[in-house]
Structure formats: structure tokens, C-alpha cells
């Protein structure tokens, strides 16, 4: 019995870290397994695109192994990591956005082409128009309208992730829900 409680305590975070922060690299693979998939689901449900998302995964680790050193024991470990994910994502999705507004210059910016006109109508996704119209919105609107939506975090838990009032959460997710209307009527034809 001793023994099962020797090895559920070292794969325990604040075990595995600390041994990280003394240079153990099994260590360090073993906090990867535990939580490569966590941070997958996070990445991909703020970026959508499979590469991306596993990119991000990376880039994640990269940091924790770079910042370890600055986890206090006694946080919580879970949610310190989970931020520095979702911090990565969000300052992807600006780069994205920025990439993105000096290639559309050209075009009006409240004009979405959703869909393309010669796309079967029996392969409509409305899931895909919708994701594509959040990937359009301004970073912190995307930001609270993902983790409120796609993390099912309540307005104070976002406003203690970014660091933001929850009244500050709760407009700019108004905002959001009120341009992603704005948008999608265009694009599905209904009303303005």
C-alpha cells in the first residue's frame, strides 16, 4: 500500500516540479503527460485549427520550462499553466488579427465572406460561420466571449483570469454577442 502512495505522491505536481527546478527531465515529461491534453483542448477551442492549437501546446511548454522557476509552491498548479496557455492563445489571436487586417485592408471591415458562393448548400456548417465570426472580433471581446462559451467559465472567474472588473467582463462579452449578431444576420440574411 505504501508503494501505491510512493507513486501517486511523485506524480504529483508540486513533486514534479520541484524536481523539474532541480533539472530532472523525466520529470519535466511526466508534467507533459499529465497535461498536454488539458492544454490541447484549451489552445484549440481559442484557435480552431488543429496545427495551431498543437503549436501552442508546444509553445506552452516551452514557457513552463522557462518560467518554472517563478511558480510559488502552494498555487495552484493547474490554473497557473492554464494561464500561461491562455495567455500564449491570446497573443496569437492578436498576431492572427493583425496578420490578417493588413492582408484584408482592402476589403470593408464589418464585411464577413463567410461562405463561399460556389459551396454546396448541403455543406453549409453553421458552427464553422460562427467560428470564424469570433475569430473576427476584437482580442478582449474573443478573449471573455471563448472562455465564457467554449470554457464555460463564469464572468468572475474570467475577470480574475485577465485581470479585468467583472463588469468589465460582463460588457465586453455584450459587445461580442452584440457584433456577433450584427455580423452573422448579414452573412445568414436576416435582420440588422
Known amino acids: 500500500m505504501e508503494r501505491k502512495n510512493a507513486g501517486s505522491y511523485q506524480s504529483h505536481p508540486e ?14 515529461m511526466k508534467l507533459v503527460g499529465l497535461y498536454q491534453q488539458k492544454i490541447f483542448v484549451l489552445t484549440y477551442s481559442m484557435v480552431r485549427e488543429r496545427e495551431d492549437a498543437l503549436d501552442l501546446v508546444q509553445e506552452t511548454f516551452l514557457r513552463l520550462y522557462e518560467k518554472i522557476n517563478t511558480y510559488r509552491p502552494g498555487e495552484n498548479f493547474s490554473a497557473w499553466l492554464m494561464k500561461i496557455a491562455r495567455n500564449i492563445c491570446i497573443d496569437f489571436i492578436r498576431k492572427q488579427k493583425a496578420r490578417r487586417k493588413e492582408s484584408l485592408d482592402s476589403l470593408s471591415p464589418d464585411r ?15 458552427g464553422e460561420i460562427i467560428q470564424k465570426a469570433v475569430s473576427r472580433l476584437p482580442a ?14 463564469k464572468y468572475e472567474e474570467i475577470a480574475g483570469e485577465l485581470k479585468i472588473s467583472a463588469g468589465t467582463v460582463k460588457s465586453l462579452h455584450y459587445k461580442a454577442v452584440r457584433k456577433l449578431r450584427k455580423m452573422l444576420a448579414r452573412q445568414l440574411g ?3
Open 140 to 153: 478582449k471581446q474573443q478573449a471573455v466571449f471563448v472562455l465564457h462559451h467554449y470554457q464555460d467559465l
Open 112 to 126: 464577413i465572406d463567410l461562405a463561399d458562393s460556389g459551396q454546396d448548400p448541403a455543406r453549409f456548417n453553421p
Open 15 to 28: 513533486f514534479l516540479v520541484s524536481r523539474v527546478k532541480e533539472g530532472d527531465r523525466e520529470a519535466f
Open 190 to 192: 436576416g435582420e440588422q
